[in-house]
């Protein structure tokens, strides 16, 4: 995702950002982006060795994650208590217990933003409005069984044959961090915009029939229900992301650097 949002920015996607350093732990993954974001760019994007060596270099505004919810929690604090925004990509790390409070904190202390994107679905705008009036709110995430596979939550249907829909995990968006690190980021964004981890309901189902990954966000609210359904396709370059995760992030960091219009924000 990281190396399809460089080269968005790249193309002009999203407004006036300019790429001014990269940092992947994995070396030549980040070195071969680097020597391509480098033929078109002038100054080249820096290759640092760390996050602390990142948010140094001049003219960095905000960082933007598209690595792991490790990655958020252990590095968002310093990041944002030096200053700079953050968008992050990883928004399940932001539900972690008490870590919410540590990131508010540091970004309250220095002024700086945390951005989370609506990520592989939306609907997130309505779930801001009605927050205050919301009394029920369910996510719903079908995925291929390959798609689970490694999640903690799932170690017990790793030898398991699924034949049809099966119900993996129920429970909070809580109760689903950690069990699902990298599938629960849409839960978490939601849950974020609108009742809490606590209080939002998360159901994990696997599917050898699944069209590919699917959200289906239900919520009733005194003004009103609504139900929206995602059916996403995989990126073209990374199979593990939804397309519509990489095209929010880009939206994101455009209205973020682009003054003007904004619409359902
Ligand atoms: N919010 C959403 O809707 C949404 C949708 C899709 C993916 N995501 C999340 O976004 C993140 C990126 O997704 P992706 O598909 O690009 O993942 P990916 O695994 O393809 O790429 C992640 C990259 O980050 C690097 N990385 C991981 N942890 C790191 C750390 N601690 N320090 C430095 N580098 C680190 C890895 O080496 C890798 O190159 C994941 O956490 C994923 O779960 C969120």
Request: aromatic letters at 4%; a negative charge.
């Amino acid at each position: 995702m990281g190396s399809e949002l460089a080269r968005a920015v790249q193309r002009g996607e999203a407004g006036p950002a300019r790429i001014i350093g990269l940092f992947d732990e994995y070396v030549p993954g980040r070195s071969a982006l680097a020597k391509e974001l480098g033929l078109n760019q002038e100054p080249a994007p820096a290759e640092v060795d760390s996050v602390s060596e990142l948010i140094a270099l001049p003219g960095l505004d905000l960082v933007v994650e598209c690595a792991s919810q490790a990655a958020v929690i252990a590095h968002a604090e310093a990041v944002l208590s030096a200053g700079k925004s953050m968008l992050v990509m990883s928004s399940g790390a932001l539900i972690s217990p008490g870590f919410m409070q540590t990131v508010l904190a540091a970004a309250e202390a220095s002024g700086a933003s945390i951005y989370v994107p609506s990520g592989a679905v939306g609907g997130i705008d309505a779930l801001r409005a009605s927050k205050a009036l919301l009394e029920e709110v369910t996510i719903v995430s079908t995925k291929r069984p390959i798609a689970l596979s490694g999640a903690p939550g799932f170690a017990e249907w790793e030898n398991v044959e699924i034949t049809g829909p099966t119900v993996i995990f129920e429970g909070s968006a809580t109760e689903a961090v950690g069990l699902f690190p990298a599938n629960v980021n849409v839960a978490a964004t939601v849950s974020m915009a609108g009742i809490g981890p606590d209080a939002t309901k998360v159901r994990i189902v696997a599917d050898p029939d699944s069209p590919g990954n699917v959200h289906e966000i239900y919520a009733v609210s005194r003004a009103g229900k609504f139900s929206l359904r995602f059916e996403n396709m995989p990126h073209e370059t990374n199979p593990k992301t939804s397309f519509l995760a990489v095209l929010a992030a880009i939206e994101t960091l455009r209205s973020i650097c682009e003054p003007g219009l904004r619409i359902g924000t």
